[in-house]
């Protein structure tokens, strides 16, 4: 059965890997931007060329952002979640259920 899981094409950037994580925490590009002291035209134009690196093309039937965060969490972990757990144990907050 051949394998069919992508293979990046070269190593990720800081900056790229400060986007990426940043876009699996749910932030906006303008909130990522901020934190990036970039503009938010640099932010959407790495993240596209980020795709390529994972091997993700756009089309009518794809949602870049959801691929370009399921492909980062597979490659450099789940820090999302470790994120959100420790919100979890924050007092005044309602507990998520992850599963």
Do not use: W
């Not at 293979?7 to 931007?33: F, P, W, Y």
Request: proline share 2%; charged share 20%.
């Amino acid at each position: 059965m051949a394998d069919c899981r992508r293979v990046m094409q070269r190593d990720l950037t800081s900056l790229e890997h400060l986007i990426l994580s940043d876009m699996c925490q749910g932030k906006s590009n303008s909130a990522i931007a901020n934190h990036a002291q970039r503009s938010t035209k640099v932010i959407e134009n790495t993240m596209s060329r980020t795709a390529r690196v994972f091997g993700i093309s756009s089309n009518i039937n794809t949602n870049i952002r959801v691929l370009l965060a399921l492909a980062y969490r597979a490659n450099y972990g789940d820090f999302a979640i470790e994120s959100l757990n420790a919100l979890e144990s924050s007092p005044g907050l309602p507990q998520l259920i992850l599963q």
